[in-house]
């Protein structure tokens, strides 16, 4: 009895000095985003691409899993995004199952690049083993994720995988070339069931950077009733896959506009986004995206965010439809000595803090895999240099993001 009360007083001691645990799941209450605690959380983190066309997390050669995370846990920064192409799900559901590591490296590099590179995956990461296959790989970074107390956000970045993203590329629109909208929300129920194996798992962006196709398919018009219908169809399903995630809306043109949704105005065809209108209203979350590196004034930059979406976190004005967060959930900027004083990179770290907005950066990555036919394609914008060991720019993080950290987690 003695031992047994002792074991279990060391047991709640470990647990209260386990700095790393994780209060999921999310729920919304108007614009703020709380943890199971009731808390709120503020998202602060970095992109970790996997869309491309070996269809896992970037970087397996050069740095360990547990390397990356801690990175971003060094600056305590709080989340993940986790980007998947629904190609990763088509195969595993049309055909024949999930490709394993070794094999999708050959698909996409090639026998030669595709061995080797596989074989310094496995020096690097010796948990990926000659069977391990691509969702695997997500588990083990979602493990990770757990383990040091770094929440997941997927993101479908794009259907067949490849760099997104422009408007001639097939993945723009509802429809387009490989853009199968029943495999799409097929997709994200798929992965969203999945992370309910993810602790760590706290969010999905049901697409990346919707935009305008440059070959129309008059079944789905580029406009916002057929962006309405797609995205509340496939957020329910999503919903229904797993009622825990929060549900993260994007906008048109590249994500850089929500307009008309916290205003709640006639879409175009008497439709209008109405939060009373879905039963799932507290999991709901706006994201937008913006690159505006020209920007020239703070005042002028920030104008067009609150107009593009980001005044749905403005409760004191009745024109306010729909009270919701709203997170960046991609901003960057070359990782040199210079750029992150920018007006743009000024501005962004100080006014999304200002708004208690969540944002997470383009791009942790310091190489890829593959980019458009180039192969372990340096990532100037990459806050880890080209073989993810050191920071890429110390003061374009040191000087930059960590003082967005702090601002925004303070
Ligand atoms: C969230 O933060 C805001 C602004 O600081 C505050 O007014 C609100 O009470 C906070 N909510 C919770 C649940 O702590
Ligand atoms: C939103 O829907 C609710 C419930 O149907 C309704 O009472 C309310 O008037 C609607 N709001 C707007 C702005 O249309
Ligand atoms: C294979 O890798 C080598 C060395 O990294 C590189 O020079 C070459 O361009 C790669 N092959 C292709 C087809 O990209």
Known sequence: MKAKSLLSSLVLVGQALHSNALDAPFT????????????????????????GEVMIPEGMQYASIASTVSKLKDLGMNVIRLTFPIELVDDILDNGGDVTVQDSLINALGTSNGTSVFNQIQTVNPQITADTTR????????????????YVHLDNHISKAMWCCSNSDGNAWFGDEFFDVEKWIRGLEYMADHAKSWPAAVSIGLRNELREPS?????????????????????????AANPDLLIFLSGLNYDTTLSPIPTGEDLGDGTTF???????????????????????????????????????LDTSDASIINVMPVVLTEFGFE????????????????WIPEQHAGWITWVIAGSYYIRSGAQDLDETWGMLDHTWSNWRSPDAIEQGLQVMVDASLS
């Open 274 to 312: 109405n939060l009373s209108d879905f039963d799932f209203a507290t999991k709901l979350v706006l994201e937008l995206h913006n690159y505006d590196s020209s920007a020239s004034s703070c005042d002028s930059l920030s104008s067009s965010l609150w107009n593009g979406g980001f005044n749905a």
């Open 215 to 239: 070959t129309a398919n008059a079944d789905y018009p580029y406009d916002w009733p057929t962006w309405y219908a797609q995205m509340t169809a496939a957020a329910k399903r999503a919903n």
């Open 28 to 51: 919304v209450s108007d614009r703020w985003i709380l943890d199971a605690q009731g808390s709120n959380f503020t998202y602060a983190g970095a992109n970790w691409p996997g869309a």
């Open 135 to 150: 969702l695997q790989v997500y588990d083990m970074v979602a493990a990770e994720c757990n383990e040091q107390g770094i």
């Open 335 to 350: 990782q040199d000595d210079s750029t992150w004083q920018s007006v743009y990179a000024s501005c962004l770290r100080s």
